[in-house]
T-cell receptor, first 111, second 114 residues
Framework: QKEVEQDPGPLSVPEGAIVSLNCTYS??????FMWYRQYSRKGPELLMY????GNKEDGRFTAQVDKSSKYISLFIRDSQPSDSATYLC???????????FGTGTSLTVIP | DGGITQSPKYLFRKEGQNVTLSCEQN?????MYWYRQDPGQGLRLIYY???????QKGDIAEGYSVSREKKESFPLTVTSAQKNPTAFYLC?????????????FGSGTRLTVV
């Protein structure tokens, strides 16, 4: 079983839609949860990170962590064509520990 | 601007050749990492280094080698022993453990065997 599972998609939505991206994990020691955005042929860039359970909001983006279910989500409101990218979740047991990445979900927002 | 520079952007390797991918950072980060990205498999850790002159194998180190002679530089050599080297290679860096979270990634090198 992989440490982190993520539906690869692809996901295609109309502009303005609410997008929900999800990951599940198996290691209950994970405490740091991150979302990266990766445009085609580029390196990933850190979008948001959350420590432990709860929600975090940044503009149109909201990250949620449910440690009891070992499930994390990223919501994108009012999606824009510029949000079209691959979104990777990543998690770690601590700041000095190895990160484990999901396979990424490919998102296309259609104008 | 601070960041990570990977070069070259595209690299072609003949069978039996060793090639070296460059990674330079000016972020003053202590830790550096090499990942390989393949479609449907996400990012897999090849090697990482937390201080100069020290590095550890990741999950898929076979057929690769690294060095860390300077804090700013962490080159990756793909040797002829790596049987399936065609992939997108990403270098990343981070602050020391306990000083921050998250990686800064370079723009990647796409390696193709011809």
């Amino acid at each position: 079983q992989k440490e982190v599972e993520q539906d690869p998609g692809p996901l295609s939505v109309p502009e303005g839609a609410i997008v929900s991206l999800n990951c599940t994990y198996s290691n209950s020691a994970f405490q740091y949860f991150m979302w990266y955005r990766q445009y085609s042929r580029k390196g990933p860039e850190l979008l948001m990170y959350t420590y432990s359970s709860g929600n975090k909001e940044d503009g149109r983006f909201t990250a949620q962590v449910d440690k009891s279910s070992k499930y994390i989500s990223l919501f994108i409101r009012d999606s824009q064509p510029s949000d079209s990218a691959t979104y990777l979740c990543a998690m770690s047991a601590g700041t000095g520990n190895q990160f484990y990445f999901g396979t990424g979900t490919s998102l296309t927002v259609i104008p | 601007d601070g960041g990570i520079t990977q070069s070259p952007k595209y690299l072609f390797r003949k069978e039996g050749q060793n090639v070296t991918l460059s990674c330079e950072q000016n972020l003053n980060h202590d830790a550096m990492y090499w990942y390989r990205q393949d479609p449907g498999q996400g990012l897999r850790l090849i090697y990482y280094s937390q201080i100069v002159n020290d590095f550890q194998k990741g999950d898929i180190a076979e057929g690769y080698s690294v060095s860390r002679e300077k804090k700013e530089s962490f080159p990756l050599t793909v040797t002829s022993a790596q049987k399936n080297p065609t992939a997108f290679y990403l270098c990343a860096s981070s602050l020391s453990p306990g000083q921050g979270i998250g990686y800064t990634f370079g723009s990647g090198t796409r390696l193709t065997v011809v």
